[in-house]
């Protein structure tokens, strides 16, 4: 199949990357359990190894199972090209670690995932790259924000886990205009129900630890390039715009085009960085892609029947889900994610802190776990757990007080999950 504009998403989230083996004619996309390849003589080594020659070296660059991923995932992100690596959080490093030096920084939304907020907040100082969060529907804060030093603007299209939606194509204006990459954290909305880079995003990035694999059995990361940035149109990004000692002064830009970052992804952050993710990985989340569609739909169908009910039950304060018509960001939806808000939701439960402790340890059908986007219905209290390194007032702004839980709505059928909130919750708040 040639992955023509003209295929659906449904065919593509099936076909994209992928053909028969050309060795034995398997269908299914093998598994390359394999560290090196052997090059046809010293020429193609060599051509290989000064980047005149696309082809397999050694596994922690490229292989070909993880190269059909990379390829699916470019094509239902809209993008040109791909590089997966090993976590959501290595996705975020090897998407920052072209662009920053010592003394850069990014703009960051406040609504972000917890394990990200940490990692921008103190983990990357160590690089001397820092970061300043800032509420994304102020975009005169985002814009005063922006110096001569920012190098990328970075939020989450659904933020993970207070249910807002984001003004992708608001905060992608205000980094056109300051000659910047905007970055899109997917995870929560997956490409079936958000497009990044069709609202302006330069550069997306994946957790394929959640939907785009979908069963919670590998963690894995993935970048996404638009190939739409001018990389050379300033002195910004000289990684990718001047030459590369590593590479006898190779420049990326001028040499690869619209593909640089991606082969820089490859070329030198997997090579050095080492963040690469395995075969096996992206052979389950391979598989997981195959259903995104159908389980996303199942996803945002169970989640606006549950936040529904628990809207109107008298033992929950509030409910978070911007498919609810009472949230502040119902019509972003239409606008952002028009086939739905996907399944993540936080609710509050009246009787606080404690009150959500016994709800979570309560639940049946429910896990509590610290994952999201898997099959089966998630729950965790954030404040405890994920978000438990955090402010008291960035847990709040991060929409994961004290007193409220996030659940991942799976894909079981609907009147259980609520039974089983519905006997949860008498034990919670009796
Ligand atoms: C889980 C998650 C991450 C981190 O991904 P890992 O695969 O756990 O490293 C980043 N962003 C979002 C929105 C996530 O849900």
């Keep these: 199949m040639t992955d023509g504009p003209t295929h659906g998403f449904d065919t593509l989230q099936i076909h994209a990357g992928a053909r028969p083996d050309p060795a034995t004619g398997a269908r299914q996309t093998p598994i390359y359990q394999t560290t090196a390849y052997v090059f046809r003589d010293a020429d193609h080594a060599a051509a290989l190894f000064n980047l005149q020659e696309v082809g397999y070296i050694y596994s922690r660059l490229t292989n070909p199972t993880v190269a059909v991923l990379q390829e699916r995932i470019a094509t239902l992100e809209g993008g040109v090209g791909a590089v997966c690596c090993s976590s959501g959080h290595a996705a975020?490093?090897?998407?920052?670690?072209?662009?920053?030096?010592?003394?850069?920084?990014?703009?960051?939304?406040?609504?972000?995932?917890?394990?990200?907020?940490?990692?921008?907040?103190?983990?990357?100082?160590?690089?001397?790259?820092?970061?300043?969060?800032?509420?994304?529907?102020?975009?005169?804060?985002?814009?005063?924000?922006?110096?001569?030093?920012?190098?990328?603007?970075?939020?989450?299209?659904?933020?993970?886990?207070?249910?807002?939606?984001?003004?992708?194509?608001?905060?992608?204006?205000?980094?056109?205009?300051?000659?910047?990459?905007?970055?899109?954290?997917?995870?929560?909305?997956?490409?079936?129900?958000?497009?990044?880079?069709?609202?302006?995003?330069?550069?997306?990035?994946?957790?394929?630890?959640?939907?785009?694999?979908?069963?919670?059995?590998?963690?894995?990361?993935?970048?996404?390039?638009?190939?739409?940035?001018?990389?050379?149109?300033?002195?910004?990004?000289?990684?990718?715009?001047?030459?590369?000692?590593?590479?006898?002064?190779?420049?990326?830009?001028?040499?690869?085009?619209?593909?640089?970052?991606?082969?820089?992804?490859?070329?030198?952050?997997?090579?050095?960085?080492?963040?690469?993710?395995?075969?096996?990985?992206?052979?389950?989340?391979?598989?997981?892609?195959?259903?995104?569609?159908?389980?996303?739909?199942?996803?945002?169908?169970n989640a606006v029947k549950i936040a529904q009910w628990l809207e109107q039950d008298d033992r929950v304060d509030y409910v978070t889900y911007a498919g609810l018509k009472s949230s502040p960001y119902y019509d972003r939806v239409a606008k952002v994610c028009?086939?739905?808000?996907?399944?993540?939701?936080?609710?509050?439960?009246?009787?606080?802190?404690?009150?959500?402790?016994k709800l979570v340890n309560a639940l049946e059908i429910f896990s509590h776990v610290a994952n999201l986007g898997d099959t089966r219905s998630l729950i965790i209290h954030s404040a405890s757990t994920t978000h438990r390194q955090l402010t008291p007032e960035q847990q709040e702004s991060a929409g994961a007080g004290p007193g409220v839980v996030r659940v991942s709505i799976g894909t079981e059928t609907a009147e259980d999950l609520i039974a089983d909130l519905d006997q949860a919750l008498t034990k919670a708040t009796s």
């Excluded at 603007?153 to 659904?158: T, V």
């Excluded at 993935?222 to 006898?248: M, N, R, T």
Aim: charged residues 20%; negative net charge.
């Design 338 to 357: 028009p086939k739905g808000a996907g399944g993540l939701f936080t609710f509050a439960v009246k009787g606080g802190y404690d009150a959500c402790v």
């Design 92 to 301: 975020q490093i090897m998407a920052l670690f072209p662009l920053m030096g010592p003394g850069k920084n990014i703009i960051a939304s406040t609504r972000l995932y917890g394990g990200t907020v940490t990692q921008f907040s103190h983990t990357i100082k160590r690089f001397g790259w820092s970061c300043k969060f800032v509420d994304f529907d102020d975009l005169d804060a985002v814009k005063a924000a922006v110096d001569d030093d920012t190098r990328a603007i970075f939020g989450e299209a659904i933020a993970n886990p207070g249910g807002y939606i984001m003004d992708v194509r608001a905060v992608a204006d205000i980094a056109d205009d300051a000659g910047i990459p905007l970055i899109i954290d997917n995870t929560s909305a997956t490409p079936y129900l958000c497009r990044p880079i069709e609202h302006g995003a330069t550069l997306v990035v994946h957790s394929t630890t959640k939907y785009l694999t979908g069963n919670g059995t590998v963690t894995g990361g993935c970048i996404v390039d638009s190939g739409k940035f001018d990389w050379s149109a300033s002195d910004k990004f000289p990684s990718l715009s001047q030459p590369e000692p590593a590479y006898h002064g190779l420049k990326f830009h001028e040499t690869f085009g619209n593909l640089a970052f991606t082969f820089h992804g490859i070329a030198i952050g997997l090579r050095d960085l080492g963040m690469t993710m395995n075969p096996q990985a992206a052979h389950y989340t391979l598989m997981g892609t195959e259903t995104l569609s159908l389980r996303m739909e199942r996803h945002v169908a």
